[in-house]
């Protein structure tokens, strides 16, 4: 079956800088690839996603990456800010409309 | 729309009791899920459903666990008998199209 592999599990940035996240998957058959944001206390958030058709895609400070050669996606952050602390989840939508998820990044901007 | 209603926000329970989760879905979306969040498993599908029916329900732990959505803006998970490891924070999602999940704010579940 699928398996999402995210890294790091832990990431520490200055305010300002910018901060990437990085998952792999396993199944080619996997077409959609979308990011989570989890804040303290709350449910996941849909913040950005990306389909297999599509290479890159950006929202404001936020983009996705995507390589379907090597089974890789990223999520790029640019000038963070202190909101943008919160654990970030990736996941992979399988032929069965199922979210195979990462174990989330946990995202500290340091001031 | 006010987003995916879960309740309760909290609930604190006895080994042994029955719990039952509730959740309202975003009008509109046909597929519903439920989801159980841990430090050591992360996020787990339990259950799925398409249009209140049951597709997938092969993350359910055990039979102690249930799940029904009796039409389309409500539906339940039941716990019975619950014990310590239940202890989770239990979220349910709905979507339009089954990618696009928006979530509920969990319902934290404390079995002592």
């Known amino acids: 079956g699928e398996n999402v592999e995210q890294h790091p599990s832990t990431l520490s940035v200055q305010e300002g800088d910018s901060a990437v996240i990085k998952c792999t998957y396993s199944d080619s058959a996997s077409n959609y690839f979308p990011w989570y944001k989890q804040e303290l206390g709350k449910g996941p958030q849909l913040i950005i996603d990306?389909?297999?058709n599509v290479g890159e895609k950006k929202d404001q400070r936020i983009a996705v990456t995507l390589n379907k050669t090597a089974k890789h996606f990223s999520l790029h952050i640019t000038e963070t800010q202190p909101e943008d602390s919160a654990v970030y989840f990736c996941?992979?939508?399988?032929?069965?409309?199922?979210?195979?998820w990462g174990a989330g990044t946990k995202l500290i901007i340091k001031p | 729309d006010a987003g995916v209603i879960q309740s309760p926000r909290h609930e604190v329970t006895e080994m042994g009791q029955e719990v039952t989760l509730r959740c309202k879905p975003i009008s509109g979306h046909d597929y519903l899920f439920w989801y159980r969040q841990t430090m050591m498993r992360g996020l787990e599908l339990l259950i799925y459903f398409n249009n209140n029916v049951p597709i997938d329900d092969s993350g359910m732990p055990e039979d102690r666990f249930s799940a029904k959505m009796p039409n389309a803006s409500f539906s339940t998970l039941k716990i019975q008998p619950s014990e310590p490891r239940d202890s989770a924070v239990y979220f349910c999602?709905?979507?339009?199209?089954?990618?696009?999940?928006?979530f509920g704010p969990g319902t934290r579940l404390t079995v002592t």
């Open positions: 996941a992979a939508g399988d032929s069965n409309y199922q979210l195979i």
């Open positions: 990306i389909r297999s």
């Open positions: 999602a709905s979507s339009p199209i089954a990618y696009e999940q928006y």
